[in-house]
């Protein structure tokens, strides 16, 4: 969260008419809302070992101090736009050799993976040898929402088409349910389009995701957004992910507390900085889109019942004709390992790596160099 505009958890820059009408359909559903509330109070009467008061005000009042420092900034880098399919673009993110397109959640902004340099996917490709493109999802407006199949088949797959008639046959990396969103492209494409997949962090046995059950739980609060042409707003969403580990956030501002004021440990906070503006700078995500995603993965977990389908081709990576290579994170919240490998379970000769990090920390943290980015170099490479 960002500490410092005091805007809760993670709900992005400032949305006061997302704010006040999520106010007023959790009034509208009150014994809902109370149950939650009580599940919440319930995890915070139980106060974690290592929840240390001191070391969270301390974390705070440096947290507030760097960002003083740092001064307004912009939080992304606005890359040129090379194709473009309705509000959907691809950025060219510059660089030379074999092209890859990165293609990020919808849920959450992409620049996670070009967050700053030295904890940066996209510069690190370039670096090696790469053209990088990156999806932009764009916003959604009221009344010209998107569902699954639209965005696969109307956006992305076009988008790709373009790129790979310009640049020829694509890698293509899909990290979270940008994953979900490539594996469709890449199986509906065959190699023409996309020559080799990488997926990293993706769920595929949404029962054993940790947030299945909330969802469920979740559908009568979202119903009004889950109809029609609507938008669900970010904190809508921000709030889901924060029950999912509500100490996560103090966590984090500890994490302030214990680092140094050298030059190392100056570096290590103006990343962390870095990381709480880009989990506070919330995205809102079509209607149609996120009804779909609950009812068809997380309610039906058809991508593991190999019943999910995008335009009539069922979608599972049995169905892939290209190189598939698998990045796993051994200490994600949102994408349990038992969920990822059912993936690798699926596929045919799969390459993969398991990594020792969390969801976020797997593509932007300190070890993500060595321990994400050099194997997926050396995999693009053969």
């Given amino acids: 969260m960002s500490w410092q505009r005091g805007q809760g958890f993670g709900t992005g820059r400032g949305q006061p008419l997302a704010a006040m009408g999520l106010a007023a359909l959790l009034a509208a559903n009150k014994p809902l809302v109370e149950q939650q509330l009580r599940e919440g109070l319930r995890q915070l009467e139980n106060v974690p070992s290592d929840i240390d008061a001191l070391a969270f005000a301390a974390g705070v009042a440096r947290y507030g101090a760097i960002e003083g420092e740092l001064g307004p900034r912009p939080l992304r880098r606005e890359y040129p736009v ?4 309705g509000r959907v673009c691809l950025r060219d993110a510059g660089g030379d050799g074999a092209p890859i397109v990165l293609v990020p ?4 902004r992409g620049y996670v993976l070009d967050l700053l340099p030295g904890h940066s996917l996209v510069g690190h490709l370039r670096a090696t040898g790469r053209r990088v493109l990156l999806v932009d999802w764009g916003e959604p407006v009221v009344g010209a929402v998107l569902g699954l199949e639209e965005v696969v088949i109307g956006h992305l797959e076009e988008l790709l088409r373009g790129a790979a008639d310009k640049l020829g046959p694509l890698a293509l990396l899909g990290y979270c349910m940008g994953g979900l969103l490539a594996l469709a492209a890449a199986v509906r494409l065959g190699p023409t389009v996309v020559k080799r997949l990488a997926l990293v962090a993706v769920p595929w046995d949404f029962s054993a995701t940790a947030n299945a059950g909330q969802m469920a739980q979740a559908m009568p609060i979202l119903a009004p957004w889950l109809q029609g042409q609507a938008v669900v707003p970010p904190e809508v969403l921000a709030h889901y992910f ?7 956030p103090v ?6 507390g214990r680092e140094s004021l050298d030059k190392h440990g100056r570096g290590r906070l103006v990343f962390l900085t870095a990381l709480e503006d880009w989990l506070a700078d919330g ?6 889109v996120a009804q779909q995603m609950m009812t068809q993965w997380y309610g039906e977990n058809t991508p593991m019942a190999g019943r999910w389908q995008v335009g009539g081709v069922t979608i599972t990576p049995r169905a892939l004709q290209v190189p598939l290579w698998v990045a796993v994170s051994q200490r994600d919240v949102l994408v349990p390992p038992l969920s990822a490998l059912a993936l690798l379970a699926q596929a045919n000769n799969p390459a993969s790596v398991m990594v020792n990090s969390g969801h976020v920390g797997l593509v932007c943290g300190r070890r993500a160099a060595t321990d994400f980015y050099a194997p997926l170099v050396k995999w693009l490479g053969v």
């Fill in 242 to 248: 924060w029950l999912l580990d509500p100490w996560s």
């Fill in 251 to 256: 966590r984090r501002m500890m994490a302030y």
């Fill in 105 to 108: 959640s919808m849920i959450n």
């Fill in 82 to 85: 090379l194709a473009q399919v």
């Fill in 283 to 288: 995205m809102a995500l079509d209607g149609p």
